[in-house]
Nanobody
Framework: QIQLTESGGGVVRPGGSLRLSCSGS????????MGWYRQATGKQRELVAG???????IYQPPVEGRFTISRDNAKSTLYLQMDNLQSDDTAVYYC????????????????WGQGTLVAVSS
């Protein structure tokens, strides 16, 4: 089990940057593959980026080259560096954790944070 708390959202102009953080507590962070998801108004929640226990990463095409997912296991924290933000990136961003038996898997898990709002507007 693990509890997740996101932070770092806010309002930013197009072309700007934000860094989201997700702090894990109550469990061994190193046992979890992690991911960032987002949900825009009226749309389904979608994967943004994922990272395995050993650090392999995947990105959805709309964000590849602009967003960077990383993890600091010593701090039990997941990050999402978002650069060159666009209006289509406006959404609530959620942190997700999956307790995986392998170090290479990247899957959606059952643990979610409460979400943090990112609004890109001029």
């Amino acid at each position: 089990q693990i509890q997740l708390t996101e932070s770092g959202g806010g309002v930013v102009r197009p072309g700007g940057s934000l860094r989201l953080s997700c702090s894990g507590s109550g469990g061994d962070f190193t046992l979890f593959a992690m991911g960032w998801y987002r949900q825009a108004t009226g749309k389904q929640r979608e994967l943004v980026a994922g990272i395995s226990r050993r650090g392999d990463t995947i990105y959805q095409p709309p964000v590849e080259g602009r967003f960077t997912i990383s993890r600091d296991n010593a701090k039990s924290t997941l990050y999402l560096q978002m650069d060159n933000l666009q209006s289509d990136d406006t959404a609530v961003y959620y942190c997700n954790a999956a307790n995986t038996g392998t170090t290479t898997s990247i899957i959606m898990g059952t643990y979610w944070g409460q979400g943090t709002l990112v609004a890109v507007s001029s």
